[in-house]
């Protein structure tokens, strides 16, 4: 079992540049949730889907940020353009049922913006 | 008032000690409750669920207080392996997503 896959492991980047962060969840897992964790704030769910539909976006913190799940095995988080507060480790997370089920977490990615 | 409350620690406690955490939650609505650990650098895993009786795993005692509207865990001899993060987690039913507290830091010393 490979678990949640999530690339790149580490970015650094310079503000104003696109960032791309890749997710393959759990295969059969029909839920897919993107977090960000901070020092400050703890763990945020940004959005989650569910069957490769977006569910809720409600924390997804602006118009920089946007998700997609083409398809059952891989999601994207982009942010364009990249602010130095974006700064955070993004996590993946899947789950099989409903929302409140036990979710399987990626390893993360720790962006640093410049 | 924030969703999931937790006293952020860190606890620093030697081997061999007995240490309990606290978390409040806001919402008398919620239904489901757990515990998730979060090493240094790593992701949150499940360490296991509260159920509303309580329940014990080797160590890790959980308990449910639905009329305070807090969750306690309860580590029994505590070990250098169990320095973590514990993340106090709620949701309001199993149709709507985990709610992740800011977790309390554990250092077990020798």
């Known amino acids: 079992d490979a678990g949640v896959i999530q690339s790149p492991r580490h970015e650094v980047t310079e503000m104003g540049q696109e960032v791309t962060l890749r997710c393959k969840p759990i295969s059969g897992h029909d839920y897919l949730f993107w977090y960000r964790q901070t020092m400050m704030r703890g763990l945020e769910l940004l959005i989650y889907f569910n069957n490769n539909v977006p569910i809720d976006d409600s924390g997804m913190p602006e118009d920089r940020f946007s998700a997609k799940m083409p398809n059952a095995s891989f999601s994207t988080l982009k942010i364009q353009p990249s602010e130095p507060r974006d700064s955070a480790v993004y996590f993946c997370?899947?789950?099989?049922?409903?929302?409140?089920?036990?979710?399987?977490f990626g390893p993360g990615t720790r962006l640093l913006v410049l | 008032r924030k969703e999931v409350e937790q006293d952020p620690g860190p606890f620093n406690v030697p081997e061999g000690a007995t240490v309990a955490f606290n978390c409040t939650y806001s919402n008398s609505a919620s239904q489901s409750f757990f515990w998730y650990r979060q090493d240094c650098r790593k992701e949150p895993k499940l360490l296991m669920s509260v159920y509303s009786s309580g329940n014990e795993d080797g160590r890790f005692t959980a308990q449910l207080n639905r009329a305070s509207q807090y969750i306690s865990l309860l580590i029994r001899d505590s070990k250098l392996s169990d320095s973590a993060t514990y993340l106090c987690?709620?949701?309001?039913?199993?149709?709507?997503?985990?709610?992740f507290g800011k977790g309390t830091r554990l250092s077990v010393i020798a």
């Open positions: 987690v709620v949701t309001l039913s199993g149709n709507t997503p985990l709610v």
């Open positions: 997370a899947s789950s099989f049922g409903p929302a409140g089920e036990t979710q399987y």
